[in-house]
């Protein structure tokens, strides 16, 4: 594991920026504080920071082939490597080290570009082909590791994290107001976007291809959720295949030459990798858990029963969160603004794991890929809902208007429930084709945007279509497989994968999950939505492998986010940092808000009216992302 930078000139008698790769690579220490690795020559520079994992003594990078004319740099693992090994070996190879990293040079040899097809495992590649005078770039299906780029009238440069590219100088840093208005839909800014008209984000499954100033890109790896609905397989086969399957992607992420854990939060997804750890592993398997002492967010109780019952050699612990010192230091790693408060737990309990073991499994991708989220169940109840007459919409939703949350968790409020449905049924309402429940509605954004800030969108988002489109008009079924699908590809990836990757990263932990093995993916994909979920149940597959394994009273406790009472910390230790952040004069001194409409919400969430925490926070985190970025005009 490691973060990997790098930049190519466009003039070939050029010779590479010693200086800049060395200022880029100090800047993603954190990634790989084990070692550090160049190779600069005509018209390219490589670095990279390494987290050693496998093949301690020789994996160093940049990777070379035989003869030198291709130089690698890689962030990841490759968990079929020892099976592409031999079959490269038995077709002439010559190996130098047992690393995973060298199979890919030399299955780039055998392939060209096609190499990445062949790849289980999660990535990100820079690989320059000095006799082609090309550079390729490749990323993993989902997106599991990152890769930034920009293009410059120079060359491209390139980086894991998008503080260390931004050292770049040749890089524009003109605000991207799409991707603004973007990150206040999702909380996230969506790829390819970034903050930076200038700089994107490689999509997932996609190949780049730079070379004589010219860059192009192909998708390597689609997933088709149409074939699940014509599968005729018993429900006990199914049963049967994917816990092997499942199993198999656990023994894959157990090669380590490190110390190796698992994150525990006591529900269904972390507590049955565990359970398969323990099953194709060998030796009691470390688990950790964080809380914070709110009985309505907590999980530490449930995770230490589940330790007990397993016999996991099992570490808990309350952390104060530290969130006003922490904020700075998240936005850092981020690099543009992310607004999933779930990031700060994420930190804490990968700090905490750091100190015992370097690599740990987690149970991320459950709910996407086995169909576990409320809102797929909360679709198919709004289309019913909102075939009732419109006075009748109107009623409730003036009553629900009227509500008054509680600061707990909402999947313990059933006033909170009722509130949240009752907007997502409007959403529906509003835009049929959604598949999201947005944070900040179409309505609620124009009301909160100044003229500057509105204008200035109007004009980007004529030179080109949201981030999204493509998605949501191939999200064929809202309230069936296609929301599976569109969650697969948009929240799993810039949201929960990009929390994992830089939450953990910062901690120097790697963190793989078994559950998003692509193999795994393909088989959901070929079965039917009604054995994910239905009106009354959740990953109802998923559910019958975990009953081989799992206790049942574990299967049967209410679904819990990895959630922080946001709502509460907002009204008391958050709250005169919020009201510095977003004050008037704040506001208006940015000139992109309305700030009656920004101290508006602020004030509505104080008097309890509506816990617009989330909506709070995403605000908050751009504004800290502002005073903390290079941002130009």
Known sequence: MCGIVGSVHIDPRRPGNHELVHRMCDAITHRGPDAEGFHTGPQVGLGMRRLQVIDLETGAQPMSNETGTIQLV?????YNYRELRTRLVNSGH????Q???EVIVHLYEECGDNFVEQLRGMFAIALWDTTQRTLILARDRLGKKPLFYAQTSAGISFASELTALMLDPAIDSELDHVAVDEYLTYLFVPHPRTPYLAVKKLPPATVAIY?????QQRRYWHVDY??????RRSEQDLVDEL???LCEAVRLRLEADVPLGAFLSGGVDSSLIVAM???VGTGNVQTFTVGFGDPSFDEVSQASEFARYLGTQHTDFVSDYGVADLVPRMVSHFGEPFADSSAIPTFRVAEMTRQQVTVALSGDGGDEVFGGYRRYQARRWANMFNRLPGLLHRLLDAGGRRLHEPAMYFGHSRRKKLKRFLEYAATVRETPQTSWAFFFPDSTRRSLYSTGFAGALGADREQEGGS???YEQAAFDADGQGMLWFDLMTYLTDDILVKVDRMSMACSLEVRSPLLDHEVIEFMAGVSVHHKYDLRSTKRLLRRVAERYVPAEILQRPKHGFAVPLASWLKTDLKPWMQELLSSQAVASRGLFEPAEVTGMVDRHLRGERDLSQQLWALLMLEAWFRQGRVGR
Do not use: H
């Not at 010559?94 to 080290?97: D, G, N």
């Open 74 to 78: 890689f962030n990841g693992e490759i």
């Open 94 to 97: 010559q190996f130098k080290t």
């Open 99 to 101: 690393s995973d990293t």
């Open 211 to 215: 070379q004589d100033g010219q860059l």
């Open 226 to 231: 149409r074939s699940g609905e014509q599968d």
């Open 243 to 245: 816990d092997e399957k």
């Open 277 to 279: 750890m323990q099953k």
């Open 468 to 470: 999204y489109a493509a």
